[in-house]
T-cell receptor, first 113, second 115 residues
Framework: DAKTTQPPSMDCAEGRAANLPCNHS???????VYWYRQIHSQGPQYIIHGLKNNETNEMASLIITEDRKSSTLILPHATLRDTAVYYCIVRVGSGNAGNMLTFGGGTRLMVKP | KAGVTQTPRYLIKTRGQQVTLSCSPISGHRSVSWYQQTPGQGLQFLFE???????NKGNFPGRFSGRQFSNSRSEMNVSTLELGDSALYLC??????????????FGPGTRLTVL
C-alpha cells in the first residue's frame, strides 16, 4: 500500500468545519483512499472512502485532488464528539491483499468549545 | 444489523500463559482480520482469514495464531505471553476483502494486559 502522510495534530472550533489533509503522492491508479477515526481506546470507525471522485456521506466529505496525490477529509460542522484520531489509508483495489490495512500515525483532532 | 463483536472485552494474564480471543463478524461477512494496537507500534495487521483459511499474515512471531470457523467466527491465540503482548486487539470484518470498495468494519477490541 502507498504510504500516507498526515499532520500529527490539529485543533478545530466547535461548529466550524474541520479539514484534515492527507498526502499520498505514491498512490497507484487502482488504490482507494479510506478514512477511519478512532475515539479513545475504541475500535476504528469507518468514515468514507473514494477512488478519484469526491464523495460525501452523512458523516463527512472526501475531496481527492485531480492527480490523486492528496486528499482532504471535511467534517462540515465539528462537534466535541468528533475529537478523535483520524487515519488516512490507501489500500489496493483488488486481490487478496486488499484487507491488509496499513495504519500510520493519523491526525489527532481536538475539537474545542 | 449487529456490528462486529469481540469477547472478552478485557483480560488480564501473566507471563507465560496463553490466551484466546474471539470475534464474531457482521452477518454475511466472510473475511475476518486481526490487528494489534500498542502505544509504541500503533495499529499493526496480524492476519486475515477467509473461508477458514489464513489468506494474509503480518510480521508477527509464530506465538500469534488464529483460525476461522465455518460460520466465519474467528479466534486468535497468543501462546507464551510476554509483557510486550499487552495491547488492544482489534477484529475487523468485510464481505470478501478482495475489492477496494469492500470496507472493513472494526469491533470494539479486547484489551489484554500481561503482568
Amino acid at each position: 500500500d502507498a504510504k500516507t502522510t498526515q499532520p500529527p495534530s490539529m485543533d478545530c472550533a466547535e461548529g466550524r468545519a474541520a479539514n484534515l489533509p492527507c498526502n499520498h503522492s505514491t498512490i497507484s491508479g487502482n488504490e482507494y483512499v479510506y478514512w477511519y477515526r478512532q475515539i479513545h481506546s475504541q475500535g476504528p470507525q469507518y468514515i468514507i472512502h473514494g477512488l478519484k471522485n469526491n464523495e460525501t456521506n452523512e458523516m463527512a466529505s472526501l475531496i481527492i485532488t485531480e492527480d490523486r496525490k492528496s486528499s482532504t477529509l471535511i467534517l462540515p460542522h465539528a462537534t466535541l464528539r468528533d475529537t478523535a484520531v483520524y487515519y488516512c489509508i490507501v489500500r489496493v483495489g483488488s486481490g487478496n491483499a486488499g484487507n491488509m490495512l496499513t495504519f500510520g500515525g493519523g491526525t489527532r483532532l481536538m475539537v474545542k468549545p | 444489523k449487529a456490528g462486529v463483536t469481540q469477547t472478552p472485552r478485557y483480560l488480564i494474564k501473566t507471563r507465560g500463559q496463553q490466551v484466546t480471543l474471539s470475534c464474531s463478524p457482521i452477518s454475511g461477512h466472510r473475511s475476518v482480520s486481526w490487528y494489534q494496537q500498542t502505544p509504541g507500534q500503533g495499529l499493526q495487521f496480524l492476519f486475515e482469514y477467509f473461508s477458514e483459511t489464513q489468506r494474509n499474515k503480518g510480521n508477527f512471531p509464530g506465538r500469534f495464531s488464529g483460525r476461522q470457523f465455518s460460520n466465519s467466527r474467528s479466534e486468535m491465540n497468543v501462546s507464551t505471553l510476554e509483557l510486550g503482548d499487552s495491547a488492544l486487539y482489534l477484529c475487523a470484518s468485510s464481505l470478501f476483502g478482495t475489492r477496494g470498495t469492500d470496507t472493513q468494519y472494526f469491533g470494539p477490541g479486547t484489551r489484554l494486559t500481561v503482568l
